[in-house]
């Protein structure tokens, strides 16, 4: 009789693959949405989280309040930022879509008014406007996708720091492991399911490998793997 794969393990969300927020120090996203105009704020403090890849920085505002977010290339300690509508175009300021130029780099984007931003949050993430129409706003993602925004959804003008974090080699499996186990409790490391026992996984065993190309919608986690889910299959005909 055959187990559970890992990936059924993993969706029922026990313990050992949870991920660890005990250790992870803030929780990232901008002030509650309010009426408030013009807001001038400092940068107090850089923070590195292992629950990002980003830096984080802590925004010091005149009223008292504070937020985290990504912290843009090229900002310092102690450097001024603005939140509102109205606050200026510059590095680290966070305005509504609304009022952001077409062609503006920004992240942290908002996908509904006042989730505190969800897009383009990780390291050397840059997201740009492209165009306005009415209250929707068009920006293209880091995936050269271009979504539509509800106008009053908040970005931060900049690109998130820690651009190139892939480029440099992990050089031993340990960092590997360090990287994805340990800090974040990910699945690691995956191993092919050509790989196991016959008993650990349908592709399981020294003979019979692979099964058929498409995989329909309702089959279970183990078997998403090839076309899945696929309208149609074959060479295209020209």
Not at 146 to 153: E, H, L
Not at 171 to 190: L, Q, S
Not at 216 to 223: R, S
Request: glycine share 14%; hydrophobic share 30%.
């Amino acid at each position: 009789m055959g187990k559970p794969l890992i990936h059924q393990r993993r969706g029922k969300g026990s313990p050992a693959f949870r991920a660890p927020s005990t250790r992870f120090k803030v929780e990232v996203g901008y002030r509650p949405l309010d009426k408030t105009g013009l807001l001038r704020g400092e940068v107090v403090e850089f923070i590195d989280n292992p629950a990002h890849t980003a830096l984080l920085m802590r925004v010091a505002y005149e009223d008292g309040t504070q937020s985290i977010i990504p912290a843009p290339e090229g900002i310092f300690i102690g450097d001024t930022v603005y939140y509102g509508e109205t606050a200026p175009l510059s590095l680290g300021n966070t305005l509504p879509l609304k009022s952001i130029p077409e062609g503006f780099p920004v992240y942290n984007i908002e996908t509904r008014v006042g989730d505190g931003g969800s897009l383009v949050r990780a390291s050397g993430g840059v997201a740009y406007v492209s165009s306005k129409e009415g209250d929707v706003v068009y920006v293209k993602l880091p995936s050269k996708q271009v979504r539509k925004f509800n106008a009053n959804c908040r970005a931060t003008i900049g690109n998130i720091s820690g651009g190139g974090r892939t480029d440099k080699p992990l050089m031993k499996a340990g960092a590997a492991h360090y990287k994805n186990r340990i800090a974040r409790n990910k699945w690691w490391p995956r191993v092919r399911g050509v790989h196991m026992n016959a008993v650990d996984h349908p592709y399981g065993g020294k003979q019979h490998h692979g099964a058929k190309t498409k995989k329909g919608k309702g089959a279970p986690p183990g078997q998403h793997v090839g076309s899945f889910g696929a309208r149609r299959t074959g060479r295209r005909k020209r």
